[in-house]
Every structure is written in C-alpha cells, then in structure tokens.
C-alpha cells in the first residue's frame, strides 16, 4: 500500500520555501580545493567516521596543499567524499561506488559513476531522508510518491538495511529535497561538528552563501540496463561564497587562529558561530533542509561572532555584516509575522 499519501494532515509544513544545510570538516585552507596544509595535525576533521576510517596522514602529508585538480583520483584526500572543496574555483570529479557492489551478487551491475561538480560547489546529501526509519513521515508531510512494498524483501540482508534502496523510491524523496531549494532565493548554511576553535559539540557554521544552481541525483551506470539500478544520493549546489565575500561569507576562523598564537589570552570560543541548538534537526545528517526561523538565529549567530571578530583580524568583516543584515531583513519578510 502505497504511503503517498491517504492521510490528511492539518499540520504540514509550508514547503514552497526551504534554505539548506551542508556538512564539512574541518580544513586548514579554508575549503580552496587544496589538500590541508598540515594534514596530520588536522585532527578536528576525524569526528567524521568516513575520514577517521580512511585517512593515511603519512600519504596526505606528501601531497599536502596541492590542489585536487592536479591530482591522480587514489590519491585524493579522504575528505573528498566529505565535501572538503566546496570553496575550490576549479571543476572537478571523482568517482563514486555502489556500497555493495563489490561484495553482493545483487548490485555487481551498478557500476562506478563519476560525481562531477563546478567551481564552488558542493555535493548535498539528505542521509536523513534516505534512513527508512524518517522516510515515511517525510514522504506524507511532503506528499512524496514513496512506497515501502517497493523496497526490496530478498536478500534478507538487504532488507534489514536502514537505507531506503529502491530506485523510484530513492529518486522522488532525493527530487523532492531538492526541489524546494530555489536558486537565487535559499540560503546554503555550511557547517561543521569540530573545528580547533571550541571543545564543544554544537555545530559551528562555516559560513553562508546563497544557493546559485542544483542538479537532480544521476543514477549509477549499470552493465545491464534491464536489472533494478539505484541512485547517487549527491545533489550537486553550487553557491553564490567568492573570497571578495560580495555574496556570501567565511567566518573569519583562520585568522583568528593566526591570531591566537600571538596572543594565547584569546577565547576562541568568543568566535565561534554555533548553529541554534534548539534546532539541531536542521544542522544535522550532513545535509537538511532548513526553515526561516532557523536561518534568523543562524545569522544573527555569526553576526554577534563577526562583531567581535572585527576587532582583532582584518577579514572583511563589515562586508559580512552587511551582507547579514540584507539577508535578515528579507528573511523577516518571507518568515511573516505567523510562521
């Protein structure tokens, strides 16, 4: 029975509209598309578990500040599936592999599919809308033509994954996350879980830009066109963060690191831009869709940041601030006076 949905609800949520979060780790060049600097002291971008799993310090360390671009694909840094290059000025690719299909008779036919984005851009992928114990409640707020009887019942294995897996399934939530993002209009929160800046498990935003272009999911190439095939779940955003910070912003975080080995009285923490805790929802499974009101609070957090930050590095923070300033007062008007 299909879970499109029969129920009728008096609470679904207004949908015309949606900002967006995404999830980096921690980089020592500031996300340019280069390897870190120092890649073995960057211990901050381990809380990922796919970067603590896969990162060889001593390989990243040979190649340490070149640029991905001009690297061969087994050396890229392991960070790159973690969008570690979403400030790179440079197109790039690389590839990714079905999970199962080097291990599982099922999914040999889905082979490796290039993930190809443009200068500043970065990959999406809404995790949450993609775990079938949330995709349900998501496919009925959201009206989406999801059918759990689709999803597969053999092999046992399979069928005990957390992960929605079938491919209309996987195409109409990921089509749909990505359709109320609109160009020109939402806004893209960049965000991390540590950075060296505060011993602290919030999450600290990055930096804020709008949301210029996204592309649908690609499928995986199959070898055989008849057998079930599945989807990449990245969604390519490109966004609007240049250095000049004409349309967006980078939280001035390494300057103030530069700073603080000058000066070790400073509180780093004083610095740091959290993302509102009371809606950690929205900042959380690396990408999410966020509302009006959490895009306020997450702005006005880097403005009391960027205040004080001011004062002690020569970014450009007034240009920051400005740039808040317009973005706040258009997302009052959006937001209404009864969200």
């Known amino acids: ?6 129920r009728k609800s008096q609470n679904k949520p207004n949908i015309q509209l949606r900002h967006v979060s995404i999830r980096v780790p921690w980089h020592d060049c500031e996300w340019n598309g280069c390897v870190c600097l120092n890649p073995s002291a960057n211990i901050s971008c381990l809380v990922l578990p796919r970067i603590r799993e896969t990162k060889s310090d001593e390989m990243e360390d040979k190649i ?34 079905h999970p199962y299909s080097l291990t599982s008779d099922y999914h040999k036919h889905l082979k490796p599919t290039e993930v190809r984005l443009s200068a500043f851009s970065t990959a999406a992928i809404p995790f949450r809308w993609m775990n079938k114990d949330f995709a349900a409640e998501i ?33 109409n939530l990921l089509e749909t996350f990505r359709k109320f993002i609109i160009p020109e209009q ?16 919030r999450r600290v935003i990055i930096g804020v830009g709008r949301v210029k272009s996204t592309e649908a999911a690609k499928p995986y190439k199959k070898s055989d066109e008849k057998l079930e095939g599945g989807y ?32 070790p009285s400073l509180n780093l923490a004083d610095y740091v831009a959290f993302a509102p805790e009371d809606r950690r929802l929205e900042f959380s499974y690396a990408s999410e869709h966020v509302t009006h009101d959490a895009a306020i609070a997450g702005l006005i957090s880097c ?12 970014d450009p923070c007034d240009k920051a601030l400005r740039w808040i300033d317009n973005r706040l007062s258009e997302l009052w008007k959006l937001r209404g006076p009864y969200p």
């Open 139 to 171: 496919a009925c707020d959201y009206d989406i033509d999801f059918d759990p009887d689709r999803e597969p019942t053999e092999p046992s294995w399979l069928k005990a994954r957390k992960w929605v897996q079938q491919e209309d399934n996987q195409r």
């Open 1 to 6: 029975m299909s879970n499109k949905s029969d």
């Open 232 to 263: 990449l779940w990245e969604i390519p955003v490109t966004h609007s963060i240049r250095p000049d910070f004409k349309d967006g912003f980078l939280m001035p975080y390494s300057s103030i690191l530069k700073r603080s080995e000058k000066d």
């Open 186 to 201: 939402s806004l893209c929160f960049f965000y991390a879980k540590q950075t060296p800046l505060a011993d602290d498990d």
């Open 303 to 314: 403005r009391v940041a960027l205040e004080r930050a001011r004062n002690i590095v020569d």
């Open 64 to 97: 340490s500040g070149q640029r991905i671009s001009d690297l061969p694909k087994e050396k890229f840094p392991a960070c790159i599936n973690e969008r570690c290059a979403f400030m790179a000025p440079f197109e790039f690719e690389w590839e990714r592999r």
